[in-house]
């Protein structure tokens, strides 16, 4: 299973509405997470299911779709969301691979 | 607390051989699977393979199989990445990762070990 990630960069100002997309290359029904990973750190994982938020998480991350299409939204950007963020599909077990990431940075 | 704690920073030749480690706390090592991901300078994650400690089933990403070994020690919680021969190409940073009971991806990892392969 193949994931595409757009765009493969942006740039975005503190308070924008923020959208990546993760597609698959066949159908994962909801099996994909979202991570974050800021430079210098290990990546945190953010999404599972598709939509479900991770403990810890802020409620401005949301995560949505199924089957082959997917999407990640920060509804208000903050200055600690500047990362880069990959999807991962979590339905080949017990190897889940990962999208080539989408880097976030300030406009 | 769950920690994931790796080995410290490695610079080799190629040639050598390496083993990595990441020793695991805070919870019940044997019942969850470990992965081992690679991160090449500036690159995005590549799961290269994983491990069940209880009773050592390994599966690896085509495209590590053959080029490294992942085990597991479980009297020490520890999973290992080893290689027979680096070559230049294996400088990257690796991350174990612990993936969570329910398989909603992986849920702690530990801080990387800068492996760096140069003549």
């Known amino acids: 299973i193949q994931l595409t990630q757009s765009p493969s960069s942006l740039s975005a100002s503190i308070g924008d509405r923020v959208t990546i997309t993760c597609r698959a290359s066949?159908?994962?029904?909801?099996?994909l997470a979202w991570y974050q990973q800021k430079p210098g750190q290990a990546p945190k994982l953010l999404i599972y299911?598709?939509?479900s938020l991770q403990s810890g998480v802020p409620s401005r991350f949301s995560g949505s779709g199924s089957g082959t299409d997917f999407t990640l939204t920060i509804s208000s950007l903050q200055p600690e969301d500047f990362a880069t963020y990959y999807c991962?599909?979590?339905?080949?077990?017990?190897?889940?691979?990962f999208g080539p990431g989408t880097k976030v940075d300030i406009k | 607390e769950v920690q994931l704690v790796q080995s410290g920073r490695e610079v080799k030749k190629p040639g050598e051989s390496l083993k990595i480690s990441c020793k695991a706390g805070g919870y019940r090592f044997t019942n969850y699977w470990i992965a081992w991901v690679r991160q090449m300078p500036g690159k995005g994650l590549e799961c290269l393979g994983v491990?069940?400690?209880?009773?050592?089933?390994?599966k690896y990403s085509p495209s590590f199989e053959g080029q490294v070994t992942i085990s597991a020690d479980k009297s020490i919680s520890t999973a290992y990445l080893e290689w027979n021969s680096l070559k230049a190409s294996d400088t990257a940073i690796f991350y174990c990762?612990?993936?969570?009971?329910?398989?909603?991806?992986?849920?702690?990892w530990g801080l990387g070990t800068q492996v760096t392969v140069s003549s």
């Open positions: 491990i069940f400690p209880e009773d050592h089933e390994t």
């Open positions: 299911a598709a939509s």
């Open positions: 066949q159908g994962i029904s909801s099996y």
């Open positions: 990762a612990r993936r969570s009971l329910n398989g909603a991806g992986y849920d702690y």
């Open positions: 991962q599909q979590l339905n080949n077990y017990p190897l889940f691979t």
